[in-house]
């Protein structure tokens, strides 16, 4: 089966601008996280859904982040207007519901200049 | 509050050394740990899930144990290899119904030829 896809790989913007990133989970997997990882650290959940309903939200910068899962597949977080503390590692993950383990992606590696 | 902590920061050793790495959690109400390996500029990839009720679990070189009495997992490579070189993360899912998982800061391992 195909893993979780995210893309862009890379993306380098300007402070101030925004940007988007989009997931695509594994075929079935009903529950999808964001998360962010700084360099040298390891990630923090920054979202959850289950199927296109948010239930963590908690730690979700919301002056700036929002995140959508449209139909409860793919799922696209957006941070309008970045700024040099958002560069990171922007991991999706994926899981059944109530599965014992998460499947990550590749990760969105965001530099703001 | 769970803090997930390990060490070292890094380690280097020679080709075909045994090695340990760390993991200790704060809070042993855990619903499970499981140990990634995150290669530069990648994703994470699960190596070993251990329930809480579970001591250890075994995948080709890689054994971890869990005592969740103590706070504490590690991770046991035998045979290291120079494709063993990477960051290894521990992570811990509370018992509680977040599927949140708390990350530590990593292990950065260099296995020398």
């Known amino acids: 089966e195909a893993g979780v896809v995210q893309s862009p790989r890379y993306k380098i913007i300007e402070k101030k601008q925004p940007v988007a990133f989009w997931c695509n989970p594994i075929s079935g997997h009903n529950t999808l996280y964001w998360y962010r990882q700084n360099l040298g650290q390891g990630p923090e959940l920054l979202i959850r859904y289950e199927n296109e309903e948010a239930v963590d939200d908690s730690q979700l910068p919301k002056d700036r982040f929002s995140a959508e899962r449209l139909k409860g597949v793919d799922s696209t977080l957006k941070i309008q207007p970045a700024e040099l503390g958002d560069s990171a590692v922007y991991l999706c993950?994926?899981?059944?519901?109530?599965?014992?383990?998460?499947?990550f992606g590749s990760g969105t590696r965001l530099t703001v200049v | 509050k769970q803090e997930v902590t390990q060490i070292p920061a890094a380690l280097s050793v020679p080709e075909g050394e045994n090695l340990v790495l760390n993991c200790s959690f704060t809070?042993?109400?855990?619903?499970?740990l499981q140990w990634f390996r995150q290669d530069p500029g990648k994703g994470l990839t699960s190596l070993l899930l251990?329930?809480?009720?579970?001591r250890e679990q075994t995948s080709g070189r890689l054994n971890a144990s869990l005592d969740k009495s103590s706070g504490r997992s590690t991770l046991y490579i035998a045979a290291s290899q120079p494709g063993d070189s990477a960051t290894y993360l521990c992570a811990v899912r509370r018992v509680d119904s977040s599927y949140k998982l708390i990350f530590g800061s990593g292990t950065r391992l260099l296995v020398r030829p």
């Open positions: 251990i329930q809480s009720s579970q």
């Open positions: 993950a994926s899981a059944r519901q109530g599965a014992e383990g998460y499947t």
């Open positions: 809070d042993s109400a855990i619903y499970n």
